[in-house]
T-cell receptor
Framework: DAGITQSPRHKVTETGTPVTLRCHQT?????MYWYRQDPGHGLRLIHY???????DKGEVSDGYSVSRSKTEDFLLTLESATSSQTSVYFC???????????FGQGTRLTVV | DQQVKQNSPSLSVQEGRISILNCDYT??????FLWYKKYPAEGPTFLIS?????DKNEDGRFTVFLNKSAKHLSLHIVPSQPGDSAVYFC????????????FGTGTRLQVTL
């Protein structure tokens, strides 16, 4: 299994509070991604990174920001959590263009 | 606009029989296709992939077929086993897009005894 660790694994937070999810990899892969999984939608890309300090938006980026200050860490921040951001969040890594992505175990976030 | 579609939300197959999961796509720029398997409370795990230069790829019990003209791919599992019961996601990416994946909505496969 690829070395990907997501933390926390579960979190309950209140509407309007900021939340940060962390993804840590030990594979030294260049690309990192944040996806969310919701019923009826599959997995949708939130943000991705193609190198340290190089990030870009995905399909559902509104209300989210990311940072990547080190190769191994990719942080996802919900600036002011809303109930629509209740979801399961997956981090993924990929070594190069056209290579398979490996996924973390997921973080279940509930916004109340 | 759903660029990758899995029109069957669920599929039930008897153990030992063939499971066929289908996926359609609309974006002609997609050139790499993958299947992921997902168990509850776990992350998706890579199963098999195929490049657009091929029309078939096999790995043990799993075979993926790609029909570019129809923009259709399918995953065949032969023989199906109870441990194959999971949700299967089809995904696609395009060259030069940092391997960003576009996923289908998934098909839940139940393999019965």
């Amino acid at each position: 299994d690829a070395g990907i660790t997501q933390s926390p694994r579960h979190k309950v937070t209140e509407t309007g509070t900021p939340v940060t999810l962390r993804c840590h990899q030990t594979e030294n892969h260049r690309y990192m991604y944040w996806y969310r999984q919701d019923p009826g939608h599959g997995l949708r890309l939130i943000h991705y990174s193609y190198g340290v300090k190089d990030t870009d938006k995905g399909e559902v980026s509104d209300g989210y920001s990311v940072s990547r200050s080190k190769t191994e860490d990719f942080l996802l921040t919900l600036e002011s959590a809303t109930s629509s951001q209740t979801s399961v969040y997956f981090c993924a890594i990929s070594e190069s263009q056209g290579s398979r992505a490996f996924f973390g175990q997921g973080t279940r976030l509930t916004v109340v | 606009d759903q660029q990758v579609k899995q029109n069957s939300p669920s599929l039930s197959v008897q153990e030992g029989r063939i499971s066929i999961l289908n996926c359609d796509y609309t974006n002609s720029m997609f050139d790499y296709f993958l299947w992921y398997k997902k168990y509850p409370a776990e992350g998706p795990t890579f199963l098999i992939s195929i490049s657009s230069i091929k029309d078939k790829n096999e790995d043990g019990r799993f075979t993926v077929f790609l029909n570019k003209s129809a923009k259709h791919l399918s995953l065949h599992i032969v023989p199906s086993q109870p441990g194959d019961s999971a949700v299967y996601f089809c995904a696609a990416s395009a060259a030069g897009t940092a391997s960003k994946l576009t996923f289908g909505t998934g098909t839940r496969l139940q393999v019965t005894l």
